[in-house]
T-cell receptor, first 115, second 118 residues
Framework: AQSVTQPDIHITVSEGASLELRCNYSYGATPYLFWYVQSPGQGLQLLLKYFSGDTLVQGIKGFEAEFKRSQSSFNLRKPSVHWSDAAEYFCAVGPAASGNTPLVFGKGTRLSVIA | GAVVSQHPSWVICKSGTSVKIECRSLDFQATTMFWYRQFPKQSLMLMATSNEGSKATYEQGVEKDKFLINHASLTLSTLTVTSAHPEDSSFYIC??????????????FGPGTRLTVL
């Protein structure tokens, strides 16, 4: 069965500290992987995506993620967190092929940033 | 990038009334759109897959007679919450695929609609 696990429900980091949000997936086929960010009351904004090639992908707002097939992981990182990064982060997985298959989302990780 | 809009962004209605939410792909034609529901502090729950020109495919547990989905054109899908009740209060988000994006199964999300039923 397809699933995405984000083990951390809530993470608090200090502004300027580094960040890593974990994401593990279970997928029967070649996965496409995504990270989205959602601010309160807002829709989802795509941070980055991985389809193939270099396993370290760069996204917007200084975020990056590394795909590790052996660990079925796609962890999101940022070297220095800003207060504006406080939001909900969702990892999602979808099939490589096009079609009507929707993305499968993790339950999300809420990031709080303290001074 | 592809843009998806939703209207209204926020709606309050009385219990028993019906509410229509629109999802539009602004710069591409979307043969497939998805409707999600999100409760506070929870993840997105897929409600249905909307295909242009055909009936929507509903997820298990979603009442098709209560959540009417119409995808009459390649740029518009609508979700109508019929006889809304307070428990239907939620954040509704749509997404759309751009078929010309090739094999990339990327979905573009709308900004969401906050529904409050009094």
């Amino acid at each position: 069965a397809q699933s995405v696990t984000q083990p951390d429900i809530h993470i608090t980091v200090s502004e300027g500290a580094s960040l890593e949000l974990r994401c593990n997936y279970s997928y029967g086929a070649t996965p496409y992987l995504f990270w989205y960010v959602q601010s309160p009351g807002q829709g989802l904004q795509l941070l980055l995506k991985y389809f193939s090639g270099d396993t370290l992908v760069q996204g917007i707002k200084g975020f990056e993620a590394e795909f590790k097939r052996s660990q079925s992981s796609f962890n999101l990182r940022k070297p220095s967190v800003h207060w504006s990064d406080a939001a909900e982060y969702f990892c999602a997985v979808g099939p490589a092929a096009s079609g009507n298959t929707p993305l499968v989302f993790g339950k999300g990780t809420r990031l709080s940033v303290i001074a | 990038g592809a843009v998806v809009s939703q209207h209204p962004s926020w709606v309050i209605c009385k219990s028993g009334t019906s509410v229509k939410i629109e999802c539009r792909s602004l710069d591409f034609q979307a043969t497939t759109m998805f409707w999600y529901r999100q409760f506070p502090k929870q993840s997105l729950m897929l409600m249905a897959t909307s295909n242009e020109g055909s009936k929507a495919t509903y997820e298990q547990g979603v009442e098709k007679d209560k959540f009417l989905i119409n995808h009459a054109s390649l740029t518009l899908s609508t979700l109508t919450v019929t006889s809304a009740h307070p428990e239907d209060s939620s954040f509704y988000i749509c997404s759309a695929r751009d078929p010309l994006a090739g094999v990339i199964n990327e979905q573009f999300f709308g900004p969401g609609t906050r529904l409050t039923v009094l």
